[in-house]
């Protein structure tokens, strides 16, 4: 069979391709390497420029503010390794939301976890970030949460379901 002359992949309403999930994978990495490597002025790359960043020390709005909250914490204990794992959901052909298990390691060789929940739309120059919430795990903050063990609050798939629900415009019952 001659592959060249198979129709493009077709999707159904609401679905994402393999192509779109791929992109938006690779934007995930892309913003870890901007992360990792300090590099603020490139967020237009991953981030729509009014992107709005949920955080346990407060809310951001656009490129600016994801760089004053990065620069308001404690980046020298992160050397470059955000590594992350992802599942995506797709809202409709334009807009899809990504829950990412976030691992960042220590200089004093400590592992700490977290969640991104990120709302992706898909723009002129391609699928861009227009909400993060970070969702902190076993760092010391949530460590008393319970008593050395994991209880996020609230729960990161609570969160990724209330991402996908306003998405697509409707609330939790």
């Keep these: ?100 298990r976030m691992l960042l390691l220590t200089w004093d060789r400590k592992a700490v976890g977290g969640d991104f929940i990120d709302t992706f739309r898909r723009t002129g120059p391609g699928w861009r970030i227009t909400r993060r919430t970070v969702a902190p795990r076993n760092d010391q903050d949530s460590v008393a949460l319970a008593e050395g063990g994991y209880a996020p609050d609230p729960y990161s798939y609570a969160l990724f379901d209330d991402a996908v629900l306003a998405a697509t415009g409707r609330a939790r019952r």
Excluded at 14 to 30: K, N, P, V
Excluded at 47 to 75: H, K, N, Q, S, W
């Design 1 to 100: 069979m001659d592959h060249a002359a198979q129709a493009p992949e077709e999707t159904a309403p609401g679905t994402l391709s393999a192509q779109d999930r791929i992109e938006i994978t690779e934007i995930l990495s892309f913003s870890s390497h901007l992360l990792d490597n300090r590099q603020w002025d490139m967020f237009g790359e991953v981030f729509v420029p009014e992107v709005e960043l949920v955080t346990p020390r407060g809310e951001f709005t656009g490129t600016a503010g994801v760089r004053r909250y990065l620069e308001m914490i404690d980046l020298s204990r992160f050397p470059a390794t955000h590594t992350l794992n992802t599942i995506i959901e797709a809202v409709d052909e334009d807009t899809a939301v990504a829950w990412s």
